[in-house]
């Protein structure tokens, strides 16, 4: 029997409004933020029932709620109480200033240009080193003698470790102290780069070109995150490719740690368009909110024609697609690969992905948790995991990523330049296409295992959500 619960008056699904009632009077005087969160992920959450604090009978009264949301010393604190263990939730997040949130999801913050990489030294389980994966184009870092493949071990000379590399990169202004590969022994070389954080938008589309290899022409395209507000520029990249008649597709996806699932969705159409409006991905929310859905529709992803501001989609309509992936390509870069899978021949050629199948939606302090109408007295706003994603065959059990057609690491000794030849896995997977599935791979000389990324760093970096 439910002793406890709630009024919640409209509540946004998607972009309808579904409509329950409760028993619990809302108009009660207690911690306004804490209450939020309580009532976002009692509705929301992904793993309700998992959550014993966030269960409809968990409180004898209202009393005993307002004494329990009142327990807590912040929003935080109740937020991460009411999480599931971190070892299954790894990515909801809260936010004490929603324009920081926003900012994020449309890929502007404050970077000073260089992407990079951590991983530990050998032998070691503290001391970590740097790698550049690639530099952002009119950045603090591109004026500066700083490029991809370059090493650092230090910030401001102190070596990178687990308990200090949060605090020194995420200050504004740093010195990156470089070293050499040298055998991967990573040896200081004296030489150093001074960088300074600004709010830089991002651009996903990095680089696109075609290669002509006899009768094949092979479009490759390095895109490093899912912005919707970035989808015109992404369009403009599949023109070119149907322009210039390509026959293959190579889409880099190696740096990109996910997105909006509606991008991914309108990409893997221009990727295809013989599927237009047949199913992409499927949607699975806890028990709450499926059994407040009347129509099913509303869980469903199709491939489409336009994008989001209604602009027709250009498609190259290909029936096959090599995808360069790492143990960084994660979120919505996992649906694109799976939610292609049952329609054409994906070949993944790299590292397993990351493994994360689900995602999330920001949930603002106002009666539908929207923005609209919301709290004036705060910006606190949430983005906790609300739901699994399935391709149209039902798979989703990737947590453990998707394994490559072709394993071949990145060699930090070897990494050559993005977009061309001297890319290692590219030059694989140009190899593949033109010998029809043989081809050669080179082996690092020194594997060195992942700790995190510029990108998995930041709040909200890994992230695939709706909109």
């Known amino acids: 029997m439910k002793k406890f619960g709630f009024v919640l008056l409209i509540i946004l699904f998607t972009q309808s409004f579904i409509k329950c009632s409760d028993d619990f009077d ?14 976002g992920l009692n509705l929301y959450y992904y793993w309700l029932t998992d959550s014993p604090d966030l269960v409809d009978d968990r409180f004898e ?22 999480l599931v263990d971190s070892s299954i939730d790894r990515y909801s997040v809260i936010f004490s200033d929603y324009t920081e949130l926003e900012q994020v999801l449309s890929g502007t913050q404050k970077n000073n240009g260089v992407d990079y990489e951590l991983r530990f030294k050998e032998g070691s389980t503290t001391e970590l080193f740097g790698w550049v994966r690639y530099i952002l184009p009119n950045s603090d870092a591109s004026t500066k003698p700083i490029n991809r493949g370059d090493i650092f071990y230090g910030i ?5 470790n687990t308990s200090n590399y949060r605090d020194l990169l995420n200050q504004d202004n740093y010195t990156l102290n470089l070293a050499e590969f040298d055998g991967g022994a990573i040896t ?32 490759y395209l390095m895109y490093n995150g899912f912005y919707s507000n970035y989808e015109v520029e992404l369009n403009n990249a599949f023109e070119y490719f149907q322009g210039q008649g390509i026959t293959h597709l190579i889409l880099d996806l190696r740096y990109n740690s996910g997105g909006s699932v509606s991008t991914a969705t309108r990409l893997a159409s221009m990727i295809t368009g013989q599927f237009n409006n047949q199913i992409f991905a499927k949607q ?17 992803n199709r491939f489409t024609n336009s994008l989001g501001n209604g602009n027709s989609i250009n498609h190259i ?7 360069l992936t790492t143990k960084r390509t994660a979120s919505a ?4 690969i799976n939610g292609l899978k049952p329609y054409i021949n994906v070949i993944q050629i790299g590292d397993d992905t990351a493994g994360k199948n689900v995602g999330s939606i920001t949930l603002y302090d106002s009666p539908t948790f929207r923005k609209e109408n919301v709290n004036p007295n705060h910006k606190y706003a949430m983005q906790p995991i609300v739901l699994k994603i399935a391709n149209n065959n039902n798979f989703s059990n990737y947590t453990n990523g998707l394994t490559p ?10 990494l050559g330049t993005i977009g061309e030849i001297s890319d290692p896995l590219l030059n694989t997977t140009i190899n593949y296409i033109n010998l029809n599935g043989r081809f050669q791979q080179s082996v690092p000389e020194k594997i060195f295992n992942h700790f995190e990324d510029s990108k998995s760093m930041r709040l909200f970096g890994d992230e695939m959500y709706l909109e």
């Open 61 to 82: 009264s209202t009393n005993d709620y307002e004494n329990f949301i009142n327990s807590f010393s912040s929003p935080e604190a109740i937020f991460n109480h009411l």
């Open 317 to 323: 309509h290909l029936d096959k697609i090599y995808i």
């Open 156 to 160: 401001n000379g102190i070596q990178l």
């Open 26 to 39: 809302d108009n009660i005087s207690y911690g306004s933020v804490n209450n939020f969160v309580w009532k």
């Open 284 to 300: 699975q929310w806890n028990y709450k909110i499926e059994n407040l859905i009347n129509n099913p529709e509303q869980l469903l």
């Open 405 to 414: 057609n072709v394993p071949q690491l990145e060699d930090l000794n070897n």
């Open 333 to 336: 870069s996992e649906l694109v």
């Open 188 to 219: 200081p070389n004296g030489n150093s780069v001074s960088l300074i954080k600004t709010n830089y938008s991002e651009n996903p589309v990095y680089t696109r070109k075609v290669f002509i290899e006899g009768t094949k022409k092979i479009g």
